[in-house]
């Protein structure tokens, strides 16, 4: 039987009438590969014939209920080919709708029908003429299967120089036969294009909303393309069965909606509109893409930019939605973009955005430190160590950036959406950091992790990061964190101990951020006062910094590397609590009182409740900084800045000595502030300080430059201590007083210096519409003593207060409570300790610290290197009251355990030669006042009180008061002119375990109770040795004058001749151990050059003033004393020198 050759299956043999074929005939026709061929056709070889095969495999597709393979029996209907040819055509469609995501790499070629074929017909090339008659006769038999006769060009499409298609009279667009998969190109869901198959109902929303309505707004395209549109009738059908919301959009479009939204599609390099049948083709506008909804956005309540930037990392493999589609762990992600944040291209898409990536938040270098980080008051970034024995710690390695995305409290409390860091050691040769940073789809994070390697450069590139040690210290002061309506002081200490290589001449510098602002706080101030010198002993530099302004992070920069410092802060909250605070800024040393709403006083303290100045490093765990030897970094806290602890029985307490040191090199000449330049040196006389230089005779000390800035920086450093104190405790700033004790001896335009210094740091500092108090030295201790009820007869009758400074003494004479008379004057502790009229210091002359040098250098050489170096330094440079302040510290160091073996009070007291020089002063003392009290018509006293750390002269002479009493009364009634005290007697009261503090206690029961105060001008006495000639009164004009100097010098040979005697009478060497030989010097010596020694006692009270002499002024120190002073420096030259060669 013959065989049919065709495929209409019509019966007949031989010629047979047929027909052309159609759908049924062609679908017909069996396919060898049964539907399932990979490969396109080939034996097609034009581009007009390839825009038939796309527009072919629509109109197959079509018949597919699900727009796939369709295979009815045995009979393909739409083939994997046509499924691939569809999918590629529309993923040209929608990469160029996208175009934005990938333009970088898209060309576009124009092809205009007219202009093109007439330059073929046109040339002078026969071969080009041939084929422009071609096309031309081609496009016009084809034109209406193709629509060549409303085509105007052809848009040729290249991605990275490669052809993958072009426009189409048929389907908008046609595909390349070529494999377009090793393109690598990533759909907005994650899809590949030209390799996975995916329909139109599968793709991106905004895609399909975009050819739905280009096909509405130009019907023309639905006329033209019926393949096409059909294809686009049944793919809505799916939609409405898939995604009813997606439909109800689509099936509602109007044509007003496409201008507005899209961009039209351009030629890259000519602008030319991109179009078919005049309906230009559009892209998603850049500015309209929704990046905005990713779920990469960062999670940031605090973000003010206008756009919040994307978190993307390499290999994320979660596939949440990037842009329009979801993330491909494909896309490369830089570690490093170079781009300011808004002039970035987010990876993979070519969408100019906003995005962050590791390099943008972590720093390159990890700064290592020497020492644990005190985690209890900063962030040590989740730190974990290697090994538990490991004491050493890191910098946070962030940059400032991510704290213009997340509050310093959401790093520190955590939680869910909060960014997270962790440093972990644990590799062989490095640190890992791990930085979580929440993004907007739910709990999820974007994790960014960099190694850092020891003995390594950084390579942001390759994410590789690089460790470098550093010796660099931090304190803080105060740790604060204000309230909004309290005023912000902030000084910060940084100690840079690098001592090798490149890090030797390192500047540190800090920037300090508050989380309210993206920008630095300007510093107040920085000043160096330590600075290393290559081959010198100093191997630290000091750097300080003012801020006055709240702030929540510092960043270090060191040059070689950057890291952050995050306190945690101690929150000030008042709750009202009313402080009171007394000073008595005294010559030798200073001391603080405080009381909290009335209670008792009590010295002023840091203690481990309230700490001021808190160092980054811990102290909680026994380190010894890693065994680098950098104790300096702990140190110079101590020697320059403020201690962290002071509190009795501790190495720091009050009272302290009033001394304040500065730098030796760097030193300002004018000026200088508290906790800058210059501060209280807790360690004086406890440590050495080889850079600094100290100041003592601060209150006096007028002829040195620069004491008046000296002055205002101690009481500045007191009045913020004293602040710092008061808002750590919850106390109220405008309800703290303050009041301060000033000598009677000193002049109006002194104290009223001082006052103006008092008040301008009080309002600066505590309270700006109120002033401070001041208060005599002279009348606070009574009300100490009359609060303690320790006085004869309750205080009635006659009492007399001394008190017995360094510089001064003063006297208050009180009858029934009611001060009746006050006199001051210099005759205090520095007249036995001091130089006398020495207008440099002496030391090394001053014959009473020769006689104890030896003895005390031998005890501290033995145990105690330290305090032998300050001895020795203080010998060499130093003033003798300087030197011996020293030796009665001792008695009181912390670092020294058998205490008694250094009690200088008490050598002093068991030298039977040198005791009468004690004597003698308190002997004259008592004189004085006797003479002031008869002169004022006062009772004979019931009631002697001694305050004031000169007051401890009374246990050099004996422990016995009674005795001392029975002595007191006889120079009494020596004055008064009388053989027998009354028989009221005379109690003599001393402070004995706190004699400086009873002025500052009695400063604030005077407050607390609200005294009435006294104006001392109107009870002051000054004698002046002339009183029985009626002249109660000197001025500076007299003193000068030859009859009133010698009748000054009668009165004091009076005195010295009636102490001789007493000597005796008082057997004085059997009741207070005196020898005979001192006896025997003192009225040897005791009249000689009492006239001279006037004379140099008033040219260096002169000088002392600082001023210009008012001549017209009246004297307001007694002369009485002058003589003496360097009497008593006469008296220890002869009897030390004794008592040493008898040795």
Same mark, same amino acid.
């Given at each position: ?43 097609? #070889? ?175 395209? %639905? ?61 998603? /506008? ?41 993330? /491909? ?112 789809? %739910? ?166 409740? /309230? ?194 400074? %360094? ?57 105690? #290197? ?45 030298? /039977? ?192 003033? %600082? ?37």
């Amino acid at each position: 039987m013959g065989k049919i050759l065709g495929f209409t299956r019509n019966p007949g043999e031989d010629w047979v009438i047929s027909s052309q074929y159609g759908t049924k005939e062609i679908q017909g026709i069996p396919d060898p590969e049964g539907g399932h061929a990979i490969n396109a056709p080939t034996s097609i #070889p034009s581009p007009f014939a390839r825009m038939d095969l796309v527009r072919k495999s629509f109109q197959n597709i079509g018949e597919s209920p699900n727009l796939t393979f369709y295979q009815r029996g045995e009979t393909i209907v739409a083939s994997k080919e046509d499924e691939k040819t569809v999918s590629q055509c529309l993923d040209l469609a929608e990469m160029l709708f996208f175009y934005e995501n990938y333009k970088d790499k898209i060309e576009i070629l124009e092809w205009n029908k007219i202009e093109h074929i007439g330059k073929l017909k046109n040339s002078t090339n026969s071969g080009h003429q041939k084929l422009g008659d071609v096309l031309d006769m081609y496009l016009r038999q084809d034109a209406l299967a193709f629509n060549f006769d409303y085509l105007n060009s052809i848009y040729i499409i290249k991605f990275n120089h490669k052809v993958i298609g072009g426009t189409s009279p048929l389907t908008l667009f046609f595909n390349t036969a070529t494999d377009g998969a090793s393109l690598n190109l990533i759909s907005t869901k994650g899809k590949t294009f030209f390799k996975d198959i995916v329909p139109l109902y599968d793709r991106d929303a905004d895609f399909q909303k975009y050819i739905y309505l280009l096909f509405k707004a130009a019907p023309v395209l %639905g006329e033209r393309m019926m393949a096409f549109n059909e294809y686009l009738n049944k793919s809505l059908e799916v939609v409405s069965k898939q995604n009813p919301n997606l439909y109800d959009i689509l099936n509602t479009l109007k044509p007003s909606e496409l201008l507005p939204n899209y961009a039209n599609l351009n030629t890259k390099d000519a602008g030319q509109i991109v179009e078919v049948f005049d309906v230009p083709f559009k892209t998603i /506008d850049s500015s309209k893409i929704p990046v905005n909804e990713s779920d990469f956005v960062i999670h940031s309540s605090k973000y003010n930019g206008a756009s919040k930037p994307l978190v993307v990392q390499n290999n994320f493999n979660k596939p949440l939605k990037y842009v329009n589609g979801a993330w /491909d762990t494909k896309i490369e992600v830089k570690y490093i973009d170079n781009d300011s944040l808004n002039q970035r291209t987010l990876p993979g898409l070519n969408i100019k955005y906003p995005y962050l990536t590791i390099s943008d938040l972590l720093e390159d270098t990890l700064i290592r430190l020497v020492y644990p980080i005190d985690s209890e008051n900063y962030f040590n970034g989740n730190l974990k160590l290697s090994d538990t024995d490991n004491t050493k710690s890191y910098l946070l390695p962030l940059k400032p950036l991510f704290f213009q995305f997340f509050d310093v409290s959401e790093l520190l409390n955590g939680g869910t959406q909060k960014p997270h860091i962790f440093i972990e050691e644990g590799l062989k040769n490095g640190v890992r950091v791990l930085l979580r940073i929440p993004i907007k789809k %739910g709990d999820e994070y974007i994790i960014f992790e960099r190694f850092y390697y020891n003995d390594s450069l950084p390579d942001a590139k390759i994410n590789k990061g690089a460790i470098v040690e550093q010796q660099v210290g931090l304190t803080i002061f105060p740790f604060i964190k204000y309230e909004k309506d309290v005023d912000a002081y902030y000084n910060i200490q940084l100690v840079d101990r690098n001592i090798s290589g490149n890090l030797f001449d390192v500047d540190y510098q800090l920037s300090f951020y508050s989380d309210k602002s993206k920008d630095a706080i300007e510093s107040e101030q920085q000043v160096f006062r330590t600075k290393k010198i290559k081959g010198d002993f100093t191997k630290v530099t000091t750097k300080y910094f003012g801020i006055k302004a709240p702030f929540d992070y510092i960043q270090v920069d060191s040059g070689f590397g950057k890291g952050i410092i995050i306190p945690k802060w101690r929150i000030s909250q008042s709750t009202g609590d009313q402080f009171t605070f007394a000073i008595d800024f005294g010559t030798t040393n200073t001391h603080i009182e405080y009381s909290i709403n009335n209670t008792s006083p009590k010295p002023f303290d840091i203690t481990f409740n /309230d700490i001021q100045a808190v160092p980054f490093f811990s102290e909680e765990i026994e380190h010894n900084f890693s065994g680098t030897n950098a104790i300096d970094l702990r140190n110079y806290i101590t020697k320059e800045f403020v201690p962290k602890i002071i509190m009795k029985d501790t190495a720091f307490n009050f009272p302290i000595r009033t001394v304040l040191s500065q730098s030796k090199t760097q030193a300002p000449p004018n000026g200088g502030k508290a906790l800058m330049e210059f501060n209280i040196p807790f360690v004086f006389e406890k440590e050495t300080d080889m850079n600094s230089r100290y100041f003592t005779n601060l209150k006096w000390d007028s002829k040195e430059p620069n004491n008046d800035s000296r002055v205002h920086a101690f009481l500045e450093q007191v009045i913020i201590m004293i602040r710092n104190k008061v808002l750590l405790n919850g106390g109220s700033l405008t309800a703290t007083k303050v009041v301060w004790t000033y000598p009677i001896s000193m002049s109006t335009a002194r104290k009223d210096r001082l006052s103006g210094v008092w008040n301008q740091l009080y309002q600066q500092y505590i309270n700006k519409s109120e002033e401070t108090t001041s208060l005599s030295e002279s009348l606070a201790p009574y009300y100490y003593f009359k609060s303690n009820q320790s006085l004869d007869g309750q205080g009635y009758g006659t009492s007399v207060l001394m008190d017995i400074g %360094g510089g001064t003494s003063d006297v208050v004479v009180y009858n029934n409570h009611i001060p009746e008379l006050v006199s001051s004057y210099k005759f205090a502790g520095n007249t036995l300790f001091g130089d006398g009229y020495s207008e440099f210091g002496n030391a090394q002359n001053n014959m009473l610290i020769k006689r104890y040098k030896d003895e005390f250098d031998s005890l501290l050489e033995k145990d105690h #290197p330290i305090l032998k170096i300050i001895s020795d330094e203080l010998y060499t440079n130093k003033k003798s009251s300087d030197f011996n302040a020293f030796l009665f510290s001792l008695g009181n160091n912390a670092q020294i355990k058998d205490r008694k073996l250094f009690d200088f009070n008490n050598k002093l007291a068991n030298n /039977d030669d040198i005791k009468i020089i004690f004597l003698y002063f308190y002997a004259a003392k008592i004189f004085h006042v006797a003479k002031l009290i008869k002169n004022k018509g006062l009772k004979l006293p019931e009631n002697l009180i001694f305050s004031g750390n000169g007051s401890k002269i009374l246990n050099i002479i004996t422990n016995n008061m009674k005795t001392m009493g029975e002595y007191t009364q006889q120079i009494f009634s020596y004055a008064y002119g009388i053989s027998v005290y009354p028989k009221h007697g005379l109690k003599i009261s001393v402070e004995m375990e706190i004699p400086k503090a009873i002025t500052s206690k009695g400063s604030i029961i005077h407050i607390i109770r609200n005294d009435q105060e006294i104006d001392i001008r109107k009870i002051k006495e000054t004698l002046t040795c002339l009183e029985h000639e009626g002249k109660t009164e000197l001025l500076y004009s007299e003193i000068g004058n030859d009859e009133i100097q010698d009748k000054i010098v009668q009165e004091v040979e009076a005195f010295n001749n009636f102490f001789s005697g007493l000597l005796d009478s008082f057997d004085c060497q059997d009741k207070f151990g005196i020898s005979y030989n001192s006896i025997s010097v003192f009225k040897e010596i005791s009249n000689r050059h009492i006239k001279q020694f006037l004379m140099a006692g008033i040219a260096y009270n002169n000088a002392l003033e %600082g001023t210009l002499i008012n001549e017209s002024a009246k004297v307001t120190d007694t002369l009485f004393f002058f003589p003496m002073v360097e009497t008593i420096q006469q008296l220890i030259k002869e009897l030390a020198f004794v008592e040493a060669e008898g040795q």
